[in-house]
């Protein structure tokens, strides 16, 4: 990018640099024809003189091959020569048109590049700006934090010198206790003296023995003065006592200590022995290294030597010599047993890997095995295969059985309900079958030849039907409600009807309302529907009230709906 | 002795003794014998065949009862009289009368005398087995009178005064009478040596505790000697006689062990600042010393170096212990009468109150705990009571805020051995002189019992209420004397067949 925008420059440069002598010329020179260009054409019969020179001109700045020279013919141009020249110039331009084509583009992306640094500039300049204040925000807090630290911190040396405070307290409060107990001690002490004394200056009761004759001493011996004597005799009791006991303690320890020593004969035998053996076994190793170890090998020899001898020792360089003999056949008991359980180890491993080898064969040997004895007996196993698959067979097809017997029983509930529906059906297709008679009878009545306008006598002869049903159900009442529960019934046949769009069908599905007697309410209801949706409502109440004249029954419901 | 019992007029149990974990769970005893009450016997055998006998109930006051130590004779008070009954027959030999109502008795060492000691008037009785018409009346006059007893030997009387003014000590043989002055009021200011050579006491003198050793023999102070103590609660002779431990009050956590000639062998402090020790015990071995604290813990002490050893901590749920939690499960009386089934019908009052018997709970189990009040003194926490049994084998304790179990500590394993559960707080435990077997009670009418076989509880076939709140042992472990609240009752266990299984 940066390259392109210097080679940009450049030529901008160099362009500006040409301009200077174009201007100048076609301020001077030029001034006429430029102006004159929209108007007229550039080169005319008169000025192409001045045409010619000027073009030289510009060709040769152009840097062209020049197409007139003074030695040519003034008259002719050469037309190759032109042609050459045009065909530069052209080239020129398409050269020009297409860098500055570039340059758009460039001058596009860059100007996109720039937009995009523009957002990018935003973007950081938003996010310095909240980087700014969570930095504010922490500095915040870190102050507020600070405040705390130092609030806790002087609360802290409040409380220490709070404890400090108290337990100086108590310190002196436990001093002043102390005094205060040995006072009321010492005064306790006072007091019991004094009431000792009292007591004993006191006449009234005084301590008394009443014994009906002295009892002999428990071990039967008379009682002794007490002189320095019983004194020493005393002290030597104790000490005998004492001396008894250490003694007996001493004995204890003694026997403890023999056994304890019985014990570590033992070990240290057992020690050795296992010692030895390994000793003996790696002799013959050494032997074949030779000379180096002798020396070790003596030492070896004079641990084994000194633990004899110290066994019968009990002075105190026996017991470090014993101590340390038995100490180094320890550690070196212990790096054997290391050395052995190493060994065991690699050896276990060993084992287990060749009882996997060995698994592994002998299942591969099954394995043959098995394959062999299938091919040789197959025909056995055959058989023997068919009677399963034969049982199998058998107890899958018994299952199918039951499956299917299940299915039956399932058909036979569903035919049942079938035949139950379509019982049902046709008892209501025979309902449907009445009520269309009726409808067609009612049909059969509106065309009629007194029906010209067929609705007024269709509503009077309903009305009029109504009345006699009415009067019927006012004298039969309990048939009443067969009546109603039959128009219950079949509510599907008359929503059929109200369905169908013509509006003769719908007026005649209304009018079959009153017929079937079903309560006023619902007539009046049919009716306010009725009047929404015709518009010879005017005339259909007047027939209605006509209707209303003829009936007995007085319809006041209709009456106030109207 | 055997038929002596017999004789007399009792009613048997054969109890179940559990030898092995299995068989507690089933306390069913079969019926083997025909059932009387009174003057008769009936018989249960278990398993191991183990067979209790109890003898009829004796009124007693105060809980004053006492068996002689030659283990004969078996002194008893009843307000101001003094009965003794031979302990084979319970047939009374001697009845004194006292002036007043007693409030301590005594035996002598010899079991010749027995002493009553009558706090209220300030007077001591002393009477003569051999002798009954030989009298002794000790009179302490308006200095009165908080405690008496004997002196090892058996013929001198020492009496502590009140407000511990001083010790008057009587002899029988001269009538003549010494005082010890500053006397310490504490929890255990003397203590004789089981031999019965030396007495050590607690004093306080200058507002500094000191320690006296006597010469029992005749009164010798054979040492003095100021203890680093603050208030020094306590002292034990260790069973050889050869060392004083001395303890401070709960205030401060202190064991001091003195030598008999008043060095001091080593010093003691588990922790400070908190309370401190609650109980001492010593094994009958000499080499433990056990100490119980209010942390709950009970540390023991070997006698070679007097450090601790092991350290038995009593937790509210235990778990991970090879030990044995039995758990005392009441059954309701209804079912057992079914199980008691028609051979008993007479003895329905003792059967119709609730039995018990111990199961053996899985672990972990949970320890019904008490928190005690903090604001209060001497909280109810830590370990009050430690008993070695007698081969100082097993160690019993209870910790006071969790009263309803004893604890078994196996001293060989320096382990829990078991923990005993009940539906009450313990009120007393104690071990056979003899064997390694616990007896405890809870103050209802059943006797518990633990062995390191297993453990069962007895159901004591008295008519009436008959509530065990204490017991003591007969020195030769085979009997256990029951005392109620008015009564006493003793329990006769015929050890003999149980040797015999366990040989």
Request: hydrophobic letters at 35%; charged letters at 25%.
């Amino acid at each position: 990018m940066p390259d392109s925008s210097q080679v940009k420059d450049a030529r901008r440069c160099s362009v500006e640099c040409g301009t200077p002598p174009l201007r100048h010329f076609s301020q001077s020179s030029l001034a006429l024809p430029r102006n004159s260009q929209s108007l007229r054409t550039f080169c005319t019969e008169h000025n192409m003189q001045e045409c010619l020179s000027y073009i030289k001109q510009e060709v040769s700045l152009l840097s062209l091959s020049p197409f007139w020279t003074e030695l040519d013919d003034d008259s002719q141009l050469n037309v190759v020569a032109v042609l050459n020249c045009m065909y530069d110039l052209i080239q020129l331009h398409h050269r020009s048109l297409r860098t500055l084509e570039n340059m758009e583009m460039e001058q596009l992306k860059l100007s996109s590049y720039v937009d995009n640094l523009k957002t990018n500039n935003t973007h950081l300049k938003e996010e310095v700006e909240l980087s700014k204040r969570q930095n504010t925000g922490l500095l915040e807090r870190e102050r507020q934090l600070h405040l705390k630290l130092k609030s806790l911190q002087s609360s802290l040396k409040n409380e220490k010198d709070e404890v400090q405070k108290l337990q100086n307290i108590i310190s002196s409060r436990a001093c002043q206790y102390n005094h205060e107990m040995k006072r009321r001690e010492r005064e306790l002490n006072k007091l019991r003296e004094r009431l000792n004394q009292l007591l004993a200056d006191k006449k009234e009761r005084k301590q008394t023995i009443d014994l009906l004759n002295n009892l002999g001493r428990a071990d039967g011996k008379r009682s002794l003065w007490k002189t320095e004597k019983t004194e020493a005799k005393h002290e030597e009791e104790m000490y005998r006592t004492l001396l008894s006991d250490y003694e007996l303690r001493q004995r204890e320890l003694a026997l403890e200590n023999k056994e304890l020593r019985k014990v570590m004969q033992q070990i240290k035998k057992e020690m050795v022995s296992i010692l030895k053996s390994r000793k003996l076994a790696l002799k013959e190793e050494k032997q074949e290294l030779n000379g180096m170890q002798t020396a070790s090998d003596d030492e070896e020899n004079e641990v084994f030597d000194s633990s004899k001898e110290s066994l019968e020792l009990f002075c105190i360089h026996a017991r470090e010599k014993l101590t340390n003999s038995i100490r180094l056949q320890w550690r070196r008991l212990k790096s054997h047993v290391e050395k052995l359980d190493s060994q065991d180890k690699e050896e276990m491993d060993r084992l287990k890997l060749e009882i996997q080898q060995c698994k592994d064969f002998i299942q591969t040997q099954q394995h043959l095995l098995q394959r062999q004895l299938s091919s040789s007996i197959d025909q056995d196993s055959a058989s023997l295969q068919n009677d399963g698959l034969m049982l199998q067979e058998k107890m899958h097809l018994s299952e199918e059985w039951k499956s299917l017997e299940e299915q039956r029983r399932i058909f036979e509930r569903e035919r049942r309900n079938y035949t139950e529906a379509a019982i049902r059906l046709s008892h209501e297709r025979k309902i449907f079958e009445e009520d269309r008679a009726l409808w067609l009878k009612q049909q059969f009545l509106s065309m009629s030849p007194f029906g010209n306008s067929n609705q007024p006598h269709l509503l009077k002869s309903a009305s009029a039907l109504l009345i006699t049903e009415t009067e019927v159900g006012s004298l039969n009442a309990s048939e009443m409600p067969h009546e109603c529960q039959s128009v219950l019934v079949s509510p599907k046949s008359r929503s059929v009807s109200l369905t169908s769009s013509s509006t003769a069908d719908l007026e005649s599905a209304l009018c079959l309302i009153p017929e079937n007697g079903s309560s006023e309410h619902r007539k009046s209801e049919l009716f306010e529907d009725f009047n929404s949706l015709h518009e010879n409502v005017p005339l259909l109440r007047k027939q209605w009230k006509e209707s209303k004249d003829l009936s007995s029954h007085s319809l006041s419901e209709e009456n106030s709906t109207s | 002795m055997l038929s002596n019992k017999r004789r007399t007029r009792f009613f048997g149990l054969f109890m179940e003794r559990c030898a092995s974990h299995s068989l507690l769970k089933e306390l069913r005893p079969s019926v083997s014998g025909v059932g009387f009450v009174y003057g008769s016997e009936y018989l249960r055998r278990n398993n191991c065949g183990c067979k209790m006998n109890f003898s009829e109930v004796f009124k007693q006051s105060n809980q004053l009862c006492k068996v002689s130590p030659d283990g004969k004779y078996l002194a008893t008070c009843v307000q101001y009289r003094l009965v003794v009954r031979d302990i084979s027959t319970l047939q009374i030999l001697q009845l004194y009368t006292c002036l007043d109502q007693v409030s301590h008795m005594e035996w002598s060492s010899d079991s010749l005398f027995i002493l009553c000691a009558m706090y209220k008037r300030g007077l001591v009785q002393v009477w003569s087995l051999e002798q009954p018409d030989w009298h002794c009346k000790i009179d302490e006059g308006s200095i009165g009178l908080v405690s008496s007893r004997w002196s090892p030997d058996g013929r001198h009387i020492l009496n502590t005064t009140e407000f511990h003014l001083r010790i008057t000590v009587w002899s029988l043989c001269t009538k003549a009478v010494s005082y010890i002055k500053y006397p310490k009021a504490c929890q255990k200011g003397i203590d004789f040596s089981t031999d019965g050579s030396y007495m050590a006491l607690a004093e306080r003198r200058d507002c500094k505790d000191c320690i006296s050793i006597f010469v029992c023999d005749d009164w010798h102070l054979l040492r003095h000697f100021e203890t680093e103590t603050q208030d020094l609660a306590g002292l034990e002779w260790s069973p050889n006689g050869c060392v004083l431990a001395v303890w401070d009050s709960c205030l401060e956590y202190k064991v001091l062990l003195y030598s008999l000639d008043g060095r001091l062998l080593s010093t003691y402090s588990a922790y400070e600042w908190s309370l401190g020790v609650k109980s001492v015990s010593w094994s009958p071995s000499s080499q433990f010393l056990a100490i119980g604290s209010y942390d709950e813990k009970v540390r023991i002490l070997n006698h070679i170096t007097w450090k601790k050893i092991v350290q038995f901590e009593h937790p509210a749920v235990i778990e991970n212990t090879k030990a044995t939690v039995y758990k005392e499960v009441e059954k309701r009386p209804a079912e057992v009468r079914d199980e008691f089934s028609l051979h008993n019908v007479t003895m329905d009052s003792t059967l119709f109150s609730t039995q018990s018997k111990y199961e053996i709970c899985s672990l972990p189990v949970q320890i019904p705990a008490v928190k005690p009040d903090p604001d209060r003194a001497n909280p109810k926490i830590g370990v009050s009571v430690l008993a070695f049994s007698s081969d100082s084998r097993y160690l019993a304790t209870k910790n006071d805020n969790m009263p309803t179990a004893i604890w078994v500590w196996d001293m060989q394993k320096m382990s829990l051995e078991a923990v005993l559960e009940h539906t009450l707080s313990v009120r007393c435990f104690l071990w056979d002189p003899c064997r390694p077997r616990l007896a405890l009670c809870t103050g209802n009418s059943k006797l518990y019992l633990w062995s390191p076989g297993g453990c069962v509880s007895v159901q004591v076939p008295v008519e009436g209420d008959f509530q065990v709140q204490s017991l003591k042992w007969h020195c030769n472990g085979d009997s256990v004397i029951l005392l109620g609240k008015e009564q006493l009752c003793l329990c006769y266990m015929d050890t003999e067949q149980e040797e015999k299984l366990n040989l």
